[in-house]
């Protein structure tokens, strides 16, 4: 009898393991094979909450303009995806809106775009994270800064149930997350960063974990690109140019396709 249950047990894992994998294992006589249909492109921060803010230039400015850019050259070049974007203007949606769209739309992918900032005025680089946690105490003024986006948010206690962005401690709970979208979201990221170093001549500083609250819930892969330092000169006046938006924006386009027929391969 025991040996009947854990039989069944397993022969119903095996049933269900193409449900659970669903689009990401092939399986040509069970399901049609997957294609990147719907994406949702995040500009980071936007109204009230202006993010990092340069010498001459605001966060939210200069992640609508890359987000939009991107959006438009998915839509000229891929025209079978479709973009949603979380705000197309200077709005202000709540870290947990963004994430919800995506959710609520079904959407295939998640990108968030964002600018950087530190004190150290030499700081320069690109680098995108995937949700997790490891090492994620090196980069925590970046994961405190823009997680600290919440506190503007009216009823924010009531609504992120007493997390505390500026608490390590309230970090824990990211070890909840599911790891089902990692592997893809890391796929997306190294595209990203290869494509900002070799392709724009940007420094890469890497592919990184952080506990990003707005890359937790979406149910797809996800990741959150940093542009680069506006606390740099250099990189402020490059990010401000049309060309240097342009370049970044191709970059993270050209990312998004080599992901989509990567994955649609497999
Ligand atoms: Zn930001």
Redesign the pocket.
Known sequence: MERFNNKKILLSFLIAIPFLFGGFVSNETMMPAFRMKKIVLDA??GGKDP??IGSKSR?KDINLAVTLLVGKYIKENLPDVEVIYTRDDDSFPTVQERPRIANINKADLFVSI??NSAANKSAYGTETFVMGTKHFEANFDIVKR?NSVILLEENYQENYEGFDPTSPESYMMFNLMSKAYIGNSLTLADHIETQFRDRVGRKSRGVKQGPFYVLWTPSMPSVLVELGFLSNTEEEKFLMSQAGKEYMASAIYRSIKEYKEQIEIN
């Open positions: 980071g921060h993010g990092n966060e964002h600018s823009e």
